[in-house]
């Protein structure tokens, strides 16, 4: 709704302010919550993108959404800037960046990581820590079930995809003899 550079560019200065006062996880998930009730709400969305509406009458509705729950300070003047900025909508781009920056000053990456079956607990902690060693960061996995992948796994991490998967392997061994003939 704003751009992939303007979100960063507010998410990049709602974290400063964040990372100062010691409370980057907090903000992160005030506005997880906020980019979720957001999502969940098409009123919500047609109210605040209705240029008729005025801005008194979208704070009032702004106020009545975060009093659900309690938020920190910050992360409530920042809602009330985007507001002011006709930025509010972008809420959702700006916490996706927003995790991105948390992730890299805690030193973290995400990966999805993708099976056939269901992984047990076990499993699960090898994949992780391979990844940590590959990464040489944090890894959070993000479990998928596939059942078209018929074994194997496929990690998409860091831009990078690597492909471990059964089907993988059987379009290599069929690519090589198509070259052998």
Same mark, same amino acid.
């Given at each position: 709704?704003i751009?992939?550079?303007?979100?960063?560019?507010?998410?990049?200065?709602v974290?400063? =302010?964040?990372?100062e006062?010691?409370?980057?996880?907090?903000?992160?998930?005030?506005?997880?919550?906020?980019?979720a009730?957001?999502?969940?709400?098409?009123?919500l969305?047609?109210?605040?993108s209705?240029?008729?509406?005025?801005?008194?009458?979208?704070?009032?509705?702004?106020e009545?959404?975060l009093?659900?729950?309690?938020?920190?300070?910050?992360?409530?003047?920042?809602?009330?800037? =985007?507001?002011?900025k006709?930025?509010?909508?972008?809420?959702?781009e700006?916490?996706?960046?927003?995790?991105?920056?948390?992730?890299?000053?805690?030193?973290?990456?995400?990966?999805?990581?993708?099976?056939?079956?269901?992984?047990?607990?076990?499993?699960?902690?090898?994949?992780?820590?391979? =990844?940590?060693r590959?990464s040489?960061?944090?890894?959070?996995l993000?479990?998928e079930v596939?059942?078209?992948l018929?074994g194997?796994?496929?990690?998409?991490?860091?831009?990078?995809?690597?492909?471990?998967?059964?089907?993988?392997?059987?379009?290599?061994?069929?690519?090589?003899?198509?070259?052998?003939r």
């Amino acid at each position: 709704m704003i751009g992939f550079v303007l979100a960063r560019r507010y998410a990049k200065a709602v974290i400063d =302010l964040a990372h100062e006062q010691g409370i980057i996880k907090e903000v992160g998930e005030d506005l997880q919550g906020v980019a979720a009730i957001f999502a969940q709400s098409p009123e919500l969305l047609h109210a605040f993108s209705d240029p008729t509406v005025s801005l008194q009458d979208k704070e009032k509705i702004l106020e009545k959404v975060l009093a659900r729950g309690k938020i920190k300070d910050l992360t409530l003047k920042f809602l009330h800037v =985007l507001l002011m900025k006709k930025r509010i909508l972008g809420v959702g781009e700006i916490c996706q960046a927003y995790i991105e920056f948390a992730d890299q000053l805690a030193n973290r990456i995400r990966a999805r990581v993708v099976t056939a079956v269901a992984l047990d607990k076990e499993e699960e902690k090898r994949i992780k820590d391979a =990844l940590n060693r590959l990464s040489g960061k944090e890894v959070i996995l993000e479990l998928e079930v596939d059942a078209g992948l018929l074994g194997g796994i496929v990690a998409y991490m860091g831009g990078q995809v690597y492909d471990g998967s059964l089907s993988n392997q059987l379009h290599q061994v069929k690519e090589s003899i198509g070259k052998g003939r």
